[in-house]
């Protein structure tokens, strides 16, 4: 059975970090790519980060969180990270994973979901 797994949200003043995982199974999370996607209530869906499974593993970021988010892999653990950091009142969110196409839109497999409040 595939399973995506986020776990890491929580309550932080604005400045701070966080760091979420993303633990897979039932795949390697290395065969696929892998993106990090987050929706505020009233907003659609953003699409936040991704990396490919190609060789090099390229990681792509959206621009609003370029330059303090990193996404990284362990595949031996079969799970991604999500380093936040500089978070801002705005990236309050629910943060997802999902397996995604080569277009890094999510595919059928999504985790459940977890919850990042940023306070000012």
């Known amino acids: 059975e595939v399973q995506l797994v986020e776990s890491g949200g929580g309550l932080v003043q604005a400045g701070g970090s966080l760091r979420l995982s993303c633990a897979a199974s039932?795949?390697?999370?290395?065969?696929?790519?892998i993106g990090w996607f987050r929706q505020a209530p009233g907003k659609e869906r953003e699409g936040i980060s991704c990396v490919y499974s190609s060789d090099d593993g390229s990681t792509v970021y959206a621009e609003s969180v370029k330059g303090r988010f990193t996404m990284s892999s362990d595949n031996a653990k079969n799970t991604v990270y999500l380093q936040m950091n500089n978070l801002l009142p705005e990236d309050t969110a629910v943060y997802y994973c999902a397996r995604a196409n080569d277009d890094c839109n999510p595919d059928e497999y999504w985790g459940q979901g977890t919850q990042v409040t940023v306070s000012s």
């Open positions: 039932g795949f390697r999370l290395d065969d696929y790519n």
